[in-house]
Each structure stands twice: as structure tokens, then as C-alpha cells.
């Protein structure tokens, strides 16, 4: 089943400052407003780990937030999957104690979980319903291990030596990670990169998935994507911070669209460019250059087919059950792609209209609020 979405026209402004992936997009005023939780991050050790590729890590420890009621962990329980530049910290907003606690790179974040608008204490995603766990993806750097955390061999950061992970990867470290917090089974969501750990979450382990939503990614990371990647991971080999600020500046352009820059600066065209200087230059002071290598590695060699057949039969073996859900501005995963994905699984499509690209799934709260009301609603567990 195909349906269509369109987005509101938003009741106040963007702001352009911190209007792009993670950042605080405003779409009207007060959009935040309300949340109440007061999160406080946690980290799970879950031991020794061996990639796909057969690198050892002596220990892995994973960072974590979780919200809801205890007594919803084993009966409601929703995993969501962060995307390329994401953290743990998905809803709500920091106490002070906790904030001052974090690194540097967390506190650049922001205080303000990146779906809050989203995810908390009913919103569409009712942390007073379902018991919600968001964890930050190894080889990232906002907690779990990554390259800045010491390599037990040396004493020093891992830096760019650091293990290369895959998707699936990430799929065993969450299928640990479910098993250290007790829960049989969960509901997985993900939007871009964690879509597409949702959706090999689904493939990998059916019995430990009640329901997938999968927005805005695809079955393999193709040659358009790839190639955004390639030249940034180049741009970082020249020179870390400077590249690391051009491969942003690069990546904003995939996450946005032509008509959302044109509604936005039409009439005075050279604010494009700053823009994107900009969100470069403002990206250095709260990611790293390894962590950006090794997450855009994995999501290059995403592949649900590799190893397992033509990738009409392995989608139609998909067996929970699973939303598709496409962004019909979205340069970087077009929804022609999202689309042919969930026709080929059988699967249900929904299609959102927005101007935003990429990013729309993380700035039209309202459609995107209504499709996960949706999904919760169509996947009892």
C-alpha cells in the first residue's frame, strides 16, 4: 500500500543558523515545547567484540539513553537507530548537572535530544507508554567506542586505526545490547543511516523484531550515495579539521534540496553558500574526522543483498512487519529507490511532501509524528 503525505507549511521560521541534520529546526513556535524528560545518559559494557571484518575490540562499551516505564521494557519496547552524525541523545533536554558531565563533543550537540519534538511523554512516540532505547553507534564519538577512546594496546585513541565496522555490525552490537537490558523483543526505527540498520535488523533477527520503520534509506548505498561519501572521506584524508568542514558543507547539500534553497535564499543566492561554510565550520567543533571515516565506511559497504542471494528474494523474505517511508524532495536517497525497496519486500510506502530533502523526516514533526503514531498503532507487540 502506497500513500502520500503532505507536510504542513511550517507556522514560523527556519532558522538558518541551525537549520540542517541534528540541529534545532524550528517549525513553528514553541515546536519543543513540553518535553519533560531529563534523561541521563548510561553506558552498557557488553565486552569483547569481533567485527565482520575479524578485528577484535578487547572491550566494548555502548552509550545509551532510555525513557519510559520499566514495566513497558519486555511488552513495549521501541529501539531507535540514529543517523550518520547522531547520538544516544534523542529526546528531552539535559539538566545542568548531567550537561556540564558530558565531553566536549556532547555539549556541542546541545542539551535537547534530536527528536524531541518526536519522542516523550505524549508525543507520538509516548515514552509513557513504550520503553524507548536510543544508543550511539560504535566508531561514532559521542560515547560508545569509537577513535577517540584508548586503545587498551597502546593507552593512546584509537584515532584512524580504529576497527572498521558494517551495518550489520551494528545490528549484533544492538542485539547484545537488547539482551544486557532484557528485552526479547522490540519495534526498530531508523531514519537514513538508521534505517538502514533497521532494515537489516529485521533481516538479521525477525524473532527479535515486532515491527521495522524504515525512513528515508535504502537497500544498498548506491553509486549517487557513495560518492558524496567518497569525496568527503577525501577531503578529510588532505587535512582532518579542514576537510572534515568541507565534507559537512558536501553532506548538507545531499541532505537539503534545490527548492528549499531557493524558498530560502531566492533572493539573495550567495546566502547558499555561506550557509553551508557555515554548518561546516560549526560541524568541527562537535564531531570527529576518524568517527565521520569509519561511520561513512560502513554505510558505503550497506548492502542487504551481499552474501545472500538477489535482492528481489532476500526482501522477500522480510517477515516483520515493515514501513517504507520515502521523502519525495530527497536528492540522496530518492523515493523512487525507498519506494521500489518496499514494493520488492511487499511492504507498506508512505510517501512525505515536504520542500526539506533529506532531512525532512527530522524538521515536519507533524507528518512524521503521525506516520510513527501509525506504525505503533499497526505493530502491537
Not at 519510559?68 to 519496547?77: K, T, Y
Not at 577512546?149 to 545490547?177: A, C, I, K, M
Not at 568541507?246 to 547539500?253: E, F, T, V, Y
Not at 522480510?318 to 519525495?328: A, C, I, Q, S, Y
Request: net charge neutral; hydrophobic share 40%; glycine share 10%.
Amino acid at each position: 500500500m502506497t500513500q502520500k503525505r503532505p507536510a504542513p507549511k511550517a507556522k514560523g521560521t527556519l532558522d538558518a543558523d541551525d537549520w540542517g541534520e541534528y540541529a534545532t529546526a524550528v517549525a513553528g513556535p514553541g515546536a519543543a515545547a513540553g518535553a519533560t524528560l531529563r534523561p541521563r545518559p548510561r553506558d552498557v559494557e557488553l565486552g569483547p567484540f569481533v567485527t565482520e571484518r575479524g578485528a577484535t575490540l578487547p572491550e566494548l562499551n555502548v552509550r545509551v539513553e532510555a525513557y519510559g516505564p520499566e514495566g513497558a521494557r519486555r511488552s513495549n519496547a521501541v529501539v531507535v537507530v540514529h543517523a550518520l552524525t547522531g547520538s544516544a541523545h534523542l529526546a528531552g533536554v539535559y539538566d545542568d548537572e548531567t550537561f556540564q558531565q558530558l565531553s566536549p563533543l556532547e555539549r556541542a550537540f546541545g542539551p535537547r535530544g534530536w527528536w524531541d519534538a518526536v519522542v516523550g511523554p505524549g508525543k507520538p512516540l509516548d515514552t509513557e507508554r513504550f520503553f524507548v532505547v536510543c544508543a550511539n553507534l560504535p566508531g561514532s564519538c559521542y560515547g560508545s567506542t569509537g577513535p577517540l577512546s584508548p586503545n587498551p594496546e597502546t593507552g593512546r585513541p584509537y584515532g584512524f586505526g580504529f576497527p572498521r565496522f558494517s551495518v550489520r555490525d551494528w545490528v549484533r552490537v544492538h542485539l547484545q545490547l537488547l539482551d544486557a537490558l532484557g528485552i526479547d523483543q522490540a519495534r526498530v526505527i531508523g531514519g537514513s543511516l538508521g534505517g538502514m540498520v533497521a532494515l537489516e535488523f529485521a533481516l538479521m533477527a525477525p524473532d527479535r523484531v515486532a515491527g521495522a520503520l524504515v525512513i528515508a534509506a535504502p537497500a544498498r548505498h548506491g553509486p549517487w550515495a557513495r560518492a558524496f561519501n567518497r569525496l568527503a572521506r577525501e577531503a578529510i584524508a588532505l587535512d582532518p579539521k579542514r576537510g572534515l568542514a568541507l565534507a559537512r558543507g558536501l553532506a548538507m547539500l545531499s541532505y537539503r534540496s534545490p527548492q528549499s534553497f531557493e524558498e530560502r535564499w531566492g533572493h539573495e543566492p550567495a546566502r547558499g553558500e555561506t550557509y553551508v561554510l557555515h554548518h561546516g565550520q560549526k560541524f568541527v567543533r562537535r564531531f570527529d574526522a576518524a568517527s565521520y571515516v569509519v561511520l561513512s565506511e560502513a554505510m558505503d559497504g550497506h548492502d542487504v543483498a551481499r552474501g545472500r542471494g538477489p535482492l528481489p528474494q532476500v526482501l522477500r523474505g522480510l517477515k516483520p512487519p515493515t514501513l517504507f517511508v520515502g521523502l519525495d524532495s530527497d536528492v540522496l536517497y530518492p523515493s523512487w529507490e525507498v519506494r521500489e525497496v518496499a514494493r520488492l519486500a511487499g511492504a507498506d510506502y508512505v510517501e512525505l511532501t515536504s520542500p526539506h530533502g533529506h532531512d525532512a523526516f527530522l524538521i515536519e514533526h507533524e507528518p512524521m509524528g503521525q506516520i510513527v503514531r501509525d506504525f505503533l498503532s499497526a505493530t502491537p507487540a
